[in-house]
């Protein structure tokens, strides 16, 4: 069956330093994968969509990459600041399907 | 456009009560999804809706739920009866295509069944 696996565990980090955030899948070939930004209490928010064919995508400090051989993305954001503390979640698509969400990440970012 | 909208906000109920969510989506928008989160299962979809036809709904967990969208601006989602085990919070989201789109989510409706 389809697996979206996300770290676990939340990533704690240094104000101004890079977050790097995984998202792996297994049993799924996906045309497309989105991240969103969720904030307790609140919808999930969309932040980047990258498709099979794009190795990376840059959004002001946001960057990610799609590795279709690893099966894998991964979601950077680059000179973190507190306010970048929420829970990231990645959803993979294959071409015509539904978005499949993983479980998230928790990133905290400390001053 | 004023986003998603979802009501309640939040839902107490007792077991065995009927509950009814209830979500406009984006105008213009042809896809609408429910989802429902827990902290032990994540984001699940319940069901989706393309151009107000029910698409896919393997994600309703048993005949106790139902959705309905009578018309492209306002949908539902029924639990009936409601049991301890539905509580989470439930979203409605919608977009202008499937994994190539992004989804515009709701705030979400707190549900508790005691």
């Known amino acids: 069956s389809q697996k979206i696996e996300q770290n676990s565990e939340a990533l704690n980090i240094q104000e101004g330093k890079t977050a790097t955030l995984t998202c792996n899948y297994t049993?799924?070939?996906?045309?497309?994968l989105q991240w969103y930004r969720q904030d307790p209490g609140r919808g999930p928010v969309f932040l980047l969509l990258?498709?099979?064919?794009?190795k990376e995508k840059r959004k002001e400090r946001l960057k990610v990459t799609f590795d279709t051989t690893l099966k894998q993305s991964l979601f950077h954001i680059t000179a973190s600041q507190p306010a970048d503390s929420a829970t990231y979640l990645c959803?993979?698509?294959?071409?015509?399907?539904?978005?499949?969400f993983g479980a998230g990440t928790i990133l905290r970012v400390k001053s | 456009d004023a986003g998603v909208i979802q009501s309640p906000r939040h839902e107490v109920t007792e077991m065995g009560q009927e509950v009814t969510l209830r979500c406009k989506p984006i105008?213009?928008?042809?896809?609408l999804f429910w989802y429902r989160q827990t902290m032990m299962r994540g984001l699940e979809l319940l069901i989706y809706?393309?151009?107000?036809?029910?698409?896919?709904d393997s994600g309703m967990p048993e005949d106790r739920f139902s959705a309905k969208m009578p018309n492209a601006s306002f949908s539902t989602l029924k639990i009936q009866p409601s049991e301890p085990r539905d509580s989470a919070v439930y979203f409605c989201?919608?977009?202008?295509?499937?994994?190539?789109?992004?989804?515009?989510f709701g705030p979400g409706t707190r549900l508790t069944v005691l």
């Open positions: 989201a919608s977009s202008a295509g499937l994994a190539s789109s992004e989804q515009f």
């Open positions: 049993n799924y070939s996906p045309a497309y």
């Open positions: 990258i498709r099979e064919n794009e």
């Open positions: 959803a993979p698509g294959e071409y015509g399907n539904k978005l499949v």
């Open positions: 105008s213009g928008h042809d896809y």
């Open positions: 809706f393309n151009n107000n036809v029910p698409i896919d």
